[in-house]
């Protein structure tokens, strides 16, 4: 996993990861009922994921017995998550996965089939390792002509939710957390 700067935004936060995405056009009208749905979808999954992924400083602190009863807890549902996904995952058509960079404004890929500047298309990423459920969200692609003849795809998100926003804020700067702590970790 990468921290990078997003070109469009050099203070924003993004991460860069190897997950699965899948895309495909649309040819509608977005309304905001269907909206509202897709936001409601992804606040509840951005919502759980975090719910996943923090452990609780001050239960570690105040209280170390109960602080280590919930970290074997943790370890158990991780590896009954684990067991889950990989049966589900065997029965899911998961797309392939590809390096994908993910932003406070947008999602940028590399692939032989990325869609054309200036389309809309519906997108999923698999943005959480062993849950079988994406993000999904309507964007915009903002490809140059030469990042699409490269292959490259960026999308800029359509009709996010503000609370969806903070929750995928808070996504991306636990993963920037995590790679800091694991620079630090990993140098002499």
């Known amino acids: 996993m990468d921290v990078d700067k997003s070109e469009e935004s050099a203070s924003a936060l993004s991460f860069t990861d190897n997950i699965s995405i899948a895309w495909s056009k649309?040819?509608?009208q977005l309304d905001e009922a269907h909206l509202a749905l897709v936001n409601e979808s992804n606040e509840s999954f951005?919502?759980?994921v975090s719910a996943i992924s923090e452990f609780s400083k001050?239960?570690?602190?105040?209280?170390?017995?109960?602080?280590h009863e919930l970290a074997r807890l943790d370890l158990k549902l991780n590896l009954?998550?684990?067991?889950?996904?990989q049966l589900i995952y065997s029965q899911l058509d998961i797309p392939d996965i590809s390096r994908v960079t993910v932003s406070s404004s947008q999602v940028d890929w590399q692939d032989g089939n990325v869609p054309e500047p200036g389309?809309?298309?519906?997108?999923?990423v698999y943005i959480q390792r062993g849950t079988p459920k994406p993000l999904c969200f309507y964007g915009e692609v903002v490809s140059s002509p030469d990042d699409y003849r490269s292959g490259w795809a960026k999308v800029r998100y359509l009709g996010l939710s503000e609370s969806v926003q903070v929750w995928l804020d808070k996504l991306i700067f636990r993963h920037h957390r995590r790679e800091v702590a694991y620079r630090k970790s990993s140098s002499p």
Not at 58 to 67: C, M, R, V
Not at 80 to 85: E, F, K
């Open 26 to 28: 649309i040819d509608y």
């Open 46 to 48: 951005l919502r759980a």
């Open 58 to 67: 001050e239960t570690s602190d105040s209280n170390p017995a109960l602080s």
């Open 80 to 85: 009954l998550l684990d067991l889950v996904s």
């Open 119 to 124: 389309s809309t298309v519906f997108v999923q």
